[in-house]
């Protein structure tokens, strides 16, 4: 069983910076383009982020492009998402999902094209 495990969410202020890491274990972390995901309260799960499995491509949404950066390091099977100018509005459950390279159903930005998630880590933002 494939599994997820994201860490480094917490409290900051406005302004501040957070950086998120997921931990993956039992798959070929290099086969998975990776993505981040978040949702806040009464809300939709929201595409943030995502990287492909070799790293050389990006995606942002237009929310987070210029604050957010996502990286990835397949020899220890991780990706980061660094935070910076975090605002009110960035508030949410981060979620980190997998989903193979060679899997072109679904849009990328889509929560329903990955097969692959973890447990969420709580990022809360304070103005």
């Known amino acids: 069983q494939v599994q997820l495990v994201e860490s480094g969410g917490g409290l900051v202020e406005a302004g501040g910076s957070l950086r998120l890491s997921c931990a993956a274990s039992r798959l070929t972390f290099s086969n998975y383009n990776m993505a981040w995901f978040r949702q806040a309260p009464g809300q939709a799960r929201e595409f943030v982020a995502a990287?492909?499995?070799?790293?050389?491509?990006?995606t942002y949404a237009d929310s987070v492009k210029g604050r957010f950066t996502i990286s990835r390091d397949n020899a220890k099977s991780t990706v980061l998402l660094q935070m910076n100018s975090l605002k009110a509005e960035d508030t949410a459950v981060y979620y980190c999902a997998a989903r193979r390279f060679d899997d072109y159903s679904g849009n990328s930005y889509s929560a329903r094209a990955y097969a692959y998630w973890g447990q969420g880590t709580q990022v809360t933002v304070s103005s």
């Open positions: 990287i492909m499995w070799s790293g050389g491509r990006s």
